[in-house]
C-alpha cells in the first residue's frame, strides 16, 4: 500500500501538499529562489545633500548592474560624482565638454552651490544640461544615455546630453517603396527622427509633444501635429488614451496602435502606419496627428480612412493620367486580392454557367483529375502561400535561394503534375499573390479575409460571398475613428474629396480648397 | 447605440428605394381578370398615384429636423397610446420581415439554388442582418450608398444590353378588358410600401428636407420600376406571363458580346435589397421594442426579433401554394391603413386637440 | 453577461443551422455533366421520349488541361416518359448530374411538334435550370438525335458550336433567324399569331455528315403545319423585319445573273380598315442592295439606266417573293407568322374583339400590299458609266 502511494505519489501529509514532490519541491526553490524585490521607489526619492545617500539609494536601486557606473570626482576641493550608464555617452563629449572643464577649471567658488551654478552656467557650454531634483529622474537620465552629476551639499543634479550610444543610420525605408520619394526613412531613434520631421516642415506650427510610456520602459512617445489644423478634440482624444493606458513594456509603435484604433470591433485598421519621413509630414499636414515611438522606425498617425490605403506618395509626382490609372491599378488589385479566389470557387462549384464554354472546359478537364474538390483546393494552395511567405519574410538570407527553388517547384510544376492541384487554381493563386503586394499596408486583413470568402463561396455560393461584402461594408461604415467617418469620402459622399481618391487630378482642382479629413462627417 | 446620430436624406431614401425595389423585381406579374401586359406597365401609374395620396398624413406629419418620431409623439399624446401605437408598428416590422424573407425564399427556391437547402441560408441572411442592425442606422444608410451603385451598375447593365431587343409589336392595347383589374392590382401593389412606415420612424434621425426627399423617392421608385416593367414587357411581351418572376428572365435574356450568362452577378444585387431592408426593419423593431417596454436593452431587442423571425421563417417552409399566402392583400392592406393613414392622422388631430407643441425630447 | 447572452443567442443559431440541414447536398465539379446541345424525339410506338445530348467528354485530357488526344464531346441517349425523366436517366448510364447552363440549342424533332408543343416543350420553359435566352431548332426529315450528332467524327472541338453558329447565320444570309425560347413562346402564346422556328437538316458530305440549315417550320395551334422553303423564308424575314444581310439573285435581270447583296433594310407594316370594311395591310419594304457579281462582260461598268433597271427588277422580285409567301402562309396553312392579328389588336382593339375567334378563317381574306424600294448604293469597284 505504502510504495504504491509513494509511487502515485498519494497525499498523506496531513498539512496537505503532496509529500511525494516535496523533496523537488525544495531542492527547486533553493536553485531558483526568487529574488527579493528591489524596494520601491520611495516617494521622496529626492536628491539630497549628501552624496553617500545618493550613492546608497542608486546601488539600492539598481542593485549590482554591470552598466551602470558612478566615478567619483573632487571638484575643487568638493566631492561629486558623475553617474551615467556605460556604452549609452559619447566618451569623447563626456571627456573633451564636461568632465575635463569641470575639473580643469580654476576659477569656482567653494561654496557648493554657487559652484554648482558656475558648473551650470559657465563651464560646461557646448552641451545641453538638465537640472533634476529626484534622483529617479537621475536614472531615468542616465539610462537614456545622459552623463548625470552630483555635487556634495547640493539638492539637485546635472544631467549633461551627451549621447553617443549606436544607432541605424538614416537608409532607404524598407516596406514604404517609393520611385520618386526620398531615400531616407525613420529610424530607430526618436531624436534623428525628429530632425528628419523638423527639416521638411520649418514652420513654428509644428509641435512636437514627448511623454514616457509604459512603466517599465519608460519608452518616449512624440506627438507630431500642426497647430492650426489639428482638430482640438481629436488631440485631447488622443493625449486621454495614451495617458489612461496602463502598459508596462512599449517596444514598438504596434503595441499601442491598439490604444489608438477604434473601440468597435473592425476588420480594418483606422491608424495608418509609415516608415518615410515625407509621407508622415504629408499627413500631418492633413490636419492628423503623427505618433513617433523610440525604438521603432514605424511612426502612426491618426485619424487613418480607408481611402489612403490606396494614396502614395509617387500619385503627386507623377502625371495626373499616370497617377490616376496607378490608382485604378490598386482599386482593381485589392479587389483581386480579395475577391478572386472566392469568385473563382463559387463559380466552380455553384455557378458553372458564368465560364466561357472552351474556359469552362478547360477548368472542368483540370478539376476532374484532382482529388480535393475547389473549395479545399483553394484553401490549401493559399495556405502553402502564406506558409511561403511568412518562410520568405524570417528566413535567414544565405538560405533563400534553396527555399525559393523548392518553392516554385513544389507548388509550381509539381503539384501541377502530380496531378494534386488544378492548372487554373495556380493561375488564380499567382494573380492573387502578386496582386496583394500591390498595396502592402492592409495584407493582413486581406490575407485573412480571403480564406473567409473561400470559404463562403465554397458553401454559399456568390450569393453567400455578396453577403458577406454587404456585412464587410457595413462593419467599415459603422466605424469612426475620431468622428471622421472610415469610408469617407466615398461613403457618406463629399463630392469635392472624391477629387483626389479613384482619380488623380491635376493640380489646378486640387489646389482649389483644402479638405480635412477631421471636417468629412455626415 | 447611435442615437442621437443624424443620416443624410440622400442616403435614408437611397435605403427605401432599395428596400422597395426588391418588391418589383422579385414580383409576380398579376394575372388578374383579364390584365393584358401593358396593363402591367400602367399600373405602375395608377400605384404612384395611390403612394402619393396615401402618404398625405405621412407629409403633414413629418417635421424637419426634429428628435421626436411618430412614436415619441404618440407618447406626448398618452403614454398608453404610445404603447398601443408602438405594438402595432412593431408587428408590422415583422410582418414586413417575414414577408420579404418568404418572398425571397420564393425567388431563391424557384428560381436560383437548385440542391442547397435554402432554408439554411435564409436564416444566415437574418444573422447578417442582425449584425447590420446592432451596428445602427448610420453604418446602414452608409453601405446602402455602396449597394445602391453597385445595383445601378448591374440595372444600366441590364438596360443597355436589353434594350435592343425592344419589340413595340409585344405590348398590348391599353385597357383592352378595362382599367378595372389594372386599378385593382395597384391598390394590391400600394400596401407593400411599408417604407412610409419606416420614414414616421426615422424622422428623428434624418437632416434636411425630409418631403422634398420622400417627393423624390416616390417618383424615383416610378421611374426604376416603369423602366423594369417596360423592358420586361417589350423584350418578353407575352412570354411574360408565363413566368415566375420576369425580372429574373430579362437578366438571363441580357447579353452584350461575351459577356453572357452574368445573371448570377445581376441578382446578387437583389439579395442586398433583401439585406438592406431587414436590416432596417430589424433596427426599426428594436425602436419599437424600446417604446413598448424598456429603453434599457438594444441589442437584446434585435437578438429576440432575429430570433424570432429565423424559427418563423424555419417553420414556413415553402410549397409550391404558399406563394398565395404571400400574395394575400388583406394583412399589408390593414397594416399599411394603421400605420401609414390611420395613426398619423390620429396623431395630427390629437396634437391639434391637445395642443402639444412641445414633444421634442 | 451581454457576452454570455451574445454566445447563447450564437449556438442557438447554429443548433437552427444545424436542424436545416444547411450542409449542401450539392454535387462536386466531377459528378456533374455539362450539356452543350438536346435533341429530343417522340417514340409512337413506344409512347417515350427520346432524348440525345451532346456533353463535354474530359476523358482524354490531363490536370494541365492539355487535351491530350481525341474528341472534347461525346453523345449520349437516354429514353423517358417525359423529357424530364430522360435527361435524368442518363445518370444511370453515367453517374454524373447534368447541368444545362451551356446548353446552345434545342432540337426538337418533327415527332415532337406534330403531336402538338405543349407535350415535350414544357420543361424549357418550366424547369429553373434552363436558359431563355436558349435557340431552338427543329430537325426536318431527320431525327433530332442525328441533328445532334452531326459532326461525330470530332472534326470540330465542339459540335454544337457549329450548330449555334449555323442557326445564327441569319446574320450572314438571310435565310433564317434566331428564335430563343423566350421568342417561340412570346408567339405561342399570342392568340392570333404562329410561331416560325428554324429548321435543321443533315448532309452528307465524304468527311462526315454536317447539319445545314433548310427553311423555317410553322407552329400554328401548338402544332406544326408546315415548312418554308430558304427563299420563302428570307421572304417571311422581309415583312417581320429580321433581315441582316444576304444575297438576291436575280437570274432573268437585263444584264445576265445579277448577285447583290443586301446591305440593309427596313420594312414598316401599316394596319389599315378600308371603307369597306375591309383588312389591308401596306408593307412598305426600304432595301439597300450592293451589286456584287454580275455575267463577266467586257464593258464592266454599269450605266445609270442600267442599275435604275436592275433596282426596279430587284424591287419586283422581292414583292414576287414576299406576296408568295404571305399568301402561302396565310391560305395554305392559315397561320400568321407576321403577327397580322397582333398588329390589328393594337390598332384597332374593337375590330380584334370581334375577328380574333374566327381569325383562322378570316386568314385569307386578308388583303396585303407590298412596296419594294431598292437602292443599289454600291457596284462594286468598276464604278458606273457617265
Not at chain 1, 486581406?446 to 470568402?453: D, E, N, Q, S, T
Not at chain 2, 431587442?301 to 432575429?306: D, G, R
Not at chain 3, 444547411?22 to 427520346?50: A, M, N, R, W
Not at chain 3, 407535350?119 to 430537325?139: I, L, M
Request: hydrophobic share 45%; with cysteine; charged share 20%.
Amino acid at each position: 500500500m505504502r510504495i504504491k502511494h509513494i509511487l502515485l505519489g498519494y497525499n498523506k501529509n496531513k498539512n496537505g501538499g503532496e509529500w511525494m514532490f516535496k523533496i523537488f519541491k525544495k531542492s527547486f526553490e533553493k536553485t531558483y529562489a526568487p529574488v527579493e524585490n528591489p524596494p520601491a521607489p520611495s516617494a521622496s526619492s529626492k536628491i539630497s545633500t549628501c552624496l553617500s545617500e545618493n550613492t546608497f539609494y542608486i546601488r539600492t536601486r539598481c542593485g549590482d548592474c554591470f552598466d551602470i557606473v558612478i566615478r567619483n570626482v573632487d571638484v575643487s576641493g568638493t566631492n561629486g560624482f558623475f553617474l551615467l550608464c556605460d556604452g549609452m555617452c559619447d566618451g569623447l563629449k563626456v571627456n573633451n565638454n564636461v568632465i575635463e572643464p569641470i575639473l580643469n577649471s580654476k576659477e569656482l567658488p567653494q561654496e557648493p552651490v554657487q559652484k554648482f551654478e558656475t558648473i551650470r552656467d559657465k563651464i560646461v557650454g557646448e552641451v545641453d544640461i538638465k537640472e533634476l531634483i529626484n534622483v529617479e529622474d537621475a536614472l531615468e537620465h542616465a539610462m537614456s544615455g545622459f552623463l548625470v552629476f552630483f555635487l556634495e551639499g547640493v539638492e539637485k543634479a546635472l544631467a549633461f546630453s551627451v549621447q553617443g550610444f549606436q544607432t541605424r543610420s538614416i537608409t532607404d525605408p524598407i516596406t514604404d517603396v517609393q520611385s520618386r520619394g526620398s531615400r531616407e526613412g525613420f529610424v530607430e531613434h526618436f531624436k534623428t527622427n525628429i530632425t528628419l520631421i523638423r527639416r521638411r516642415m520649418r514652420t513654428t506650427d509644428l509641435r512636437i509633444e514627448v511623454q514616457d510610456m509604459g512603466t517599465t520602459t519608460k519608452t518616449k512617445i512624440c506627438l507630431c501635429y500642426l497647430m492650426d489644423r489639428v482638430d482640438g478634440e481629436v488631440l485631447s482624444n488622443v493625449k486621454s488614451r495614451l495617458v489612461r493606458s496602463e502598459y508596462d513594456i512599449v517596444l514598438a509603435s504596434g503595441n499601442i496602435q491598439p490604444l489608438l484604433d477604434t473601440d468597435n470591433p473592425a476588420i480594418f485598421s483606422a491608424v495608418g502606419v509609415t516608415e518615410r519621413p515625407d509621407v508622415f509630414c504629408a499627413k500631418i499636414a492633413e490636419g492628423k496627428i503623427g505618433i513617433l515611438v523610440d525604438g521603432t522606425p514605424y511612426a502612426i498617425y491618426v485619424p487613418h480612412v480607408f481611402t489612403e490605403e490606396f494614396q502614395s506618395f509617387d500619385d503627386y509626382a507623377n502625371r495626373p493620367y499616370y497617377a490616376t490609372f496607378v490608382r485604378i491599378l490598386k482599386w482593381f488589385s485589392f479587389i483581386f486580392s480579395i475577391f478572386l479566389p472566392g469568385f473563382y470557387v463559387s463559380f466552380g462549384t455553384f455557378h458553372q454557367e458564368v465560364f466561357p464554354q472552351d474556359m469552362l472546359f478547360q477548368i472542368l478537364s483540370a478539376e476532374l483529375q484532382t482529388p480535393f474538390p475547389i473549395m479545399l483546393e483553394a484553401i490549401i494552395i493559399h495556405f502553402i502561400f502564406e506558409i511561403m511567405r511568412e518562410a520568405g519574410l524570417r528566413m535567414p538570407k544565405t538560405v533563400g535561394p534553396a527555399v525559393s527553388i523548392v518553392g516554385a517547384l513544389v507548388i509550381g510544376d509539381a503539384a501541377v503534375t502530380a496531378g494534386l492541384i488544378a492548372t487554373p487554381m495556380l493561375i488564380v493563386v499567382a494573380l492573387t499573390a502578386v496582386s496583394s503586394f500591390v498595396v502592402p499596408s492592409i495584407y493582413e486583413p486581406v490575407a485573412i479575409l480571403r480564406f473567409v470568402f473561400i470559404i463562403i463561396g465554397g458553401t454559399l455560393g456568390f450569393y453567400g460571398i455578396i453577403i458577406l461584402i454587404a456585412l464587410i461594408v457595413t462593419n467599415m461604415c459603422s466605424v469612426n475613428p475620431y468622428g471622421v467617418p472610415y469610408t469617407a469620402p466615398l461613403l457618406p459622399l463629399t463630392p469635392a474629396a472624391t477629387r483626389d481618391i479613384i482619380l488623380r487630378l491635376g493640380w489646378k482642382h486640387l489646389g482649389k480648397r483644402r479638405l480635412e479629413t477631421t471636417k468629412m462627417n455626415n | 447605440m447611435g442615437e442621437k446620430v443624424k443620416v443624410s436624406i440622400e442616403q435614408i431614401f437611397v435605403v427605401m428605394l432599395l428596400s422597395r425595389l426588391f418588391i418589383t423585381l422579385t414580383d409576380i406579374p398579376p394575372i388578374i381578370g383579364s390584365m393584358e401586359v401593358t396593363d402591367y406597365l400602367f399600373r405602375v401609374l395608377f400605384f404612384i398615384l395611390l403612394v402619393f395620396i396615401s402618404a398625405i398624413p405621412v407629409y403633414l406629419t413629418v417635421k424637419n429636423d426634429t428628435n421626436a418620431n411618430i412614436l415619441d409623439r404618440c407618447v406626448c399624446i398618452s403614454p398608453i397610446f404610445g404603447k398601443v401605437v408602438a405594438f402595432i408598428y412593431g408587428i408590422t416590422f415583422i410582418y414586413v420581415i417575414i414577408a420579404t424573407m418568404a418572398r425571397f425564399d420564393m425567388f431563391a427556391t424557384s428560381i436560383i439554388f437548385p440542391k442547397t437547402n435554402f432554408t439554411g441560408f435564409l436564416v444566415i441572411i437574418i444573422l447578417a442582418c442582425m449584425f447590420a442592425a446592432i451596428l445602427g442606422i448610420e453604418s446602414i444608410s452608409r453601405s446602402s450608398t455602396f449597394i445602391f451603385v453597385v445595383f445601378l451598375v448591374s440595372f444600366l447593365a441590364v438596360v443597355f444590353s436589353v434594350y435592343k431587343k425592344v419589340d413595340f409589336l409585344n405590348f398590348s392595347p391599353i385597357f383592352y378588358n378595362g382599367a378595372g383589374s389594372t386599378i385593382k392590382a395597384a391598390f394590391i401593389s400600394m400596401p407593400r410600401t411599408f417604407e412610409l412606415a419606416a420614414v414616421l420612424m426615422l424622422m428623428s434621425k434624418i437632416k434636411g428636407n425630409i418631403k422634398k426627399g420622400m417627393t423624390f423617392w416616390i417618383i424615383g421608385m416610378g421611374l426604376f420600376q416603369t423602366v423594369i416593367i417596360f423592358l420586361m414587357v417589350g423584350v418578353m411581351g407575352d412570354y411574360m406571363k408565363t413566368q415566375l418572376i420576369p425580372a429574373y428572365t430579362l437578366s438571363v435574356v441580357a447579353e452584350y458580346g461575351f459577356l453572357q450568362r452574368m445573371d448570377v452577378l445581376l441578382t446578387s444585387t437583389w439579395i442586398l435589397c433583401v439585406y438592406i431592408k431587414v436590416s432596417v426593419m430589424i433596427y426599426l423593431f428594436k425602436d419599437c421594442m424600446k417604446t413598448l417596454i424598456s429603453d434599457k436593452y438594444d441589442n437584446l431587442y434585435i437578438i429576440v426579433s432575429s430570433i424570432i423571425v429565423s424559427v418563423i421563417t424555419l417553420f414556413l417552409n415553402p410549397k409550391a401554394y404558399s406563394i398565395n399566402y404571400l400574395l394575400n392583400p388583406i394583412i399589408p392592406l390593414v397594416l399599411y391603413s394603421l400605420t401609414v393613414i390611420a395613426i398619423p392622422c390620429i396623431v395630427l388631430i390629437s396634437e391639434k386637440v391637445k395642443d402639444v407643441k412641445n414633444y421634442e425630447k | 453577461m451581454k457576452s454570455k447572452l451574445i454566445k447563447v443567442v450564437l449556438l442557438l443559431f447554429v443548433i437552427c443551422l444545424l436542424f436545416t440541414g444547411c450542409l449542401t447536398s450539392t454535387l462536386g465539379v466531377e459528378q456533374t455533366i455539362v450539356i452543350q446541345s438536346v435533341g429530343i424525339d417522340f417514340d409512337f410506338k413506344k409512347g417515350e421520349y427520346e432524348v440525345t445530348m451532346q456533353c463535354f467528354d474530359l476523358s482524354n485530357t490531363s490536370a494541365k488541361g492539355e487535351i491530350q488526344g481525341g474528341k472534347n464531346s461525346k453523345i449520349i441517349t437516354a429514353k423517358g416518359k417525359s423529357v424530364e425523366q430522360a435527361i435524368m436517366n442518363t445518370s444511370k448510364i453515367t453517374g454524373e448530374n447534368p447541368i444545362y447552363s451551356q446548353n446552345r440549342v434545342i432540337i426538337l424533332g418533327e415527332s415532337i411538334l406534330k403531336n402538338g408543343i405543349d407535350k415535350g416543350f414544357d420543361v424549357f420553359v418550366r424547369d429553373y435550370r434552363t436558359r431563355s435566352s436558349t435557340p431552338v431548332a427543329v430537325a426536318r426529315n431527320f431525327k433530332a438525335g442525328d441533328i445532334v450528332k452531326a459532326d461525330e467524327k470530332g472534326l470540330t472541338a465542339f459540335p454544337a458550336n457549329t450548330l449555334q453558329h449555323v442557326l445564327e447565320s441569319g446574320e450572314i444570309n438571310s435565310l433564317t433567324t434566331e428564335v430563343t425560347v423566350m421568342e417561340f413562346v412570346n408567339l405561342c402564346q399570342e392568340k392570333t399569331s404562329s410561331a416560325y422556328i428554324p429548321a435543321l437538316s443533315l448532309e452528307k458530305k465524304d468527311d462526315g455528315i454536317y447539319a445545314k440549315i433548310n427553311g423555317m417550320g410553322i407552329i400554328n395551334d401548338q402544332k406544326l403545319v408546315g415548312f418554308l422553303s430558304s427563299d420563302e423564308t428570307r421572304a417571311m424575314l422581309w415583312v417581320i423585319n429580321k433581315i441582316e444581310s444576304g444575297t438576291i439573285l436575280l437570274e432573268n435581270s437585263s444584264i445576265g445573273i445579277a448577285t447583290l447583296e443586301i446591305s440593309a433594310s427596313k420594312t414598316k407594316t401599316e394596319t389599315k380598315i378600308t371603307k369597306d370594311g375591309l383588312l389591308q395591310y401596306n408593307i412598305k419594304i426600304d432595301c439597300s442592295l450592293d451589286l456584287m457579281e454580275v455575267d463577266f462582260r467586257k464593258e464592266c461598268a454599269l450605266d445609270e439606266k442600267e442599275i435604275i433597271t436592275l433596282e426596279s427588277e430587284a424591287s419586283n422580285y422581292i414583292e414576287k417573293e414576299v406576296e408568295k409567301v404571305i399568301k402561302k402562309c396565310l391560305n395554305e396553312y392559315k397561320s400568321d407568322p407576321f403577327r397580322f392579328g397582333k398588329r390589328l389588336w393594337v390598332k384597332s382593339p374593337e375590330s380584334y374583339r370581334h375577328l380574333n375567334k374566327e381569325w383562322d378563317e378570316f386568314l385569307p381574306n386578308i388583303k396585303t400590299n407590298v412596296s419594294a424600294e431598292v437602292k443599289i448604293r454600291r457596284v462594286g469597284r468598276y464604278g458606273v458609266k457617265e
